[in-house]
């Protein structure tokens, strides 16, 4: 009997991991020029660390988070986001202690036991940042144009970016209170989850799946109708911002994120290719979460994008476009050229050029085909006769031009376009 691999999570193959790795790299490389460092935390942490920083009445915690006791039957989870472990780590070893400012990246798996379906999957991929000790609101707008510079640095079009404020502990509950008065007129049309869910945390009610309590959501006050005048003034400030920065915007007073440690500023980047599930990307301020989990009151800002959504959208726009060539194909004729072949592979390689060429005495036909096959930008012809040339013969298989190049002068000609 075969074994498959569990539902909802996936195996990364050629060519998305090729997608993956430019993901990945331009990540680093552009949140590195922000001055964000890597950080590195366990996939299993305490279960009480995101039952009490994401919330025990939260969709994440209540139903889809991988927990069970260890050998020691000690209660653990299978992290479901990273904002927790960053936050936990940066308490635990002090980081603050000299400077409270910080600026974290990271990139991982995370694990939510969700029903998979066309951009949900229960081991998912995330890279995020997470800005510690920085409480301004410029703050947040940079770290979202920041997000914005990196899809458009990817070439992602068509998205858009949806952003709200949820208000402060100061002028959230009287929003509360009169969300909770609409939601009691309602309380009938209401699934049994936010009927529950009413009392205790009524803003859940927001992010809740069924049609009917969308709804109800839909038809009751505005959160941007209670914020006091700080909040408002900081709001102001962050969508001022984004547009001198050059991002553009659509508040919708509806985005308040599946986690409960948001206050302030929550956005979210979505896209209409994705279907249902069409974040690509989600964060916020969370200025009360350094302290819930035993640190110092310390500002909190960041996001986190969902690698597979990213790179199934940029792998649909890139399809429609014409693949690129690249690399070389050294194609050999004769037992000597064979192994002139090799040396010259070595040679390109070391100058960051992929070779890639048949080691199995193939007939030049089936060497070119193969060539074509994988995409090869040049052919590299070598045989007996260009060995005693001393030359190589070079085709583009972009213009279909061909001539011959002296060896030494073979880099060169590579490198010219
Ligand atoms: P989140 O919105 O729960 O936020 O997740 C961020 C992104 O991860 C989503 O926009 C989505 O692209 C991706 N994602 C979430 N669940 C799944 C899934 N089951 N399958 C595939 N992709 C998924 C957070 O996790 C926060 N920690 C973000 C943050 C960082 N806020 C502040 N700092």
Redesign the pocket.
């Known amino acids: 009997m075969s074994i498959h691999a569990l539902r909802g999570m996936n195996d990364l193959m050629p060519p998305d991991s090729q997608i993956w790795q430019e993901v990945e790299r331009k990540a680093r490389e552009l949140f590195g020029r922000y001055r964000y460092e890597e950080i590195r935390t366990p996939i299993l942490e305490d279960m009480a660390l995101f039952t009490r920083s994401i919330g025990d009445t939260t969709n ?1 915690v209540e139903k889809e988070m991988y927990v069970f006791q260890d050998r020691n039957a000690k209660w653990v989870a299978m992290r ?4 927790a472990s960053v936050v936990r780590a940066y308490v635990e070893h002090k980081l603050y202690a000299d400077d409270p400012i910080a600026r974290f990246y990271y990139m991982g798996p ?1 694990y ?1 036991y ?1 029903r998979p379906q066309k ?4 081991q ?1 991929y ?1 890279m ?3 800005v510690f000790g920085i409480a301004s609101a410029r703050l947040d707008a940079e770290v979202i144009n920041m997000l914005d510079l990196y899809l458009k640095e990817l070439g992602l079009t068509g998205y858009e970016l949806e952003i709200n404020s949820l208000g402060c502990p100061m002028c959230r509950p009287n929003f509360l209170r009169a969300f909770f008065d609409h939601l009691r007129k309602n309380e009938e049309r209401l699934c049994g989850d936010c009927k529950r869910r009413m009392e205790r945390n009524a803003l859940r009610i927001l992010d809740c799946k069924e049609p009917e309590c969308q709804k109800v959501a839909e038809e009751g006050p505005s959160i941007q109708d209670y914020l006091d005048e700080n909040c408002e003034k900081d709001f102001d400030i962050v969508l001022e911002t984004l547009g001198l920065l050059g991002s553009t915007y659509k508040v919708n007073p509806k985005i308040v ?3 409960d440690y ?1 206050l302030k500023t929550t956005f ?2 979505t896209s209409s290719a994705l279907g249902a ?1 069409n ?6 301020r ?1 200025d009360g979460l350094i302290r819930l989990l035993g640190g110092p009151n310390i500002p ?7 690698i ?3 790179v199934d959208i940029l792998k649909a726009q890139r399809a429609a476009a014409e693949p690129e060539r690249t690399g070389v194909f050294l194609a050999a004729m004769g037992d000597k050229a064979y192994s002139e072949a090799l040396k010259i592979a070595g040679q390109l390689r070391k100058e960051a050029v992929p070779v890639d060429l048949d080691y199995e005495g193939k007939s030049l036909k089936a060497q070119m085909r193969r060539a074509d096959k994988i995409g090869s930008r040049y052919v590299v012809f070598l045989g007996p006769d260009e060995l005693s040339k001393k030359t190589v013969g070079v085709r583009d298989m972009v213009s279909g031009g061909q001539e011959d190049v002296p060896l030494a002068g073979l880099m060169q000609r590579i490198k010219k376009t």
Request: net charge neutral; charged share 25%; glycine share 24%.
């Open positions: 994440i479901p986001e990273g904002t995370m939510r969700e951009g949900r999957f229960r998912f995330q995020g940042v997470e994120r599946g986690l948001y979210e980047f599930q974040a690509i990307a989600g964060g916020g969370y909190g800002f960041g996001f986190a994008i969902g597979e959504r990213l």
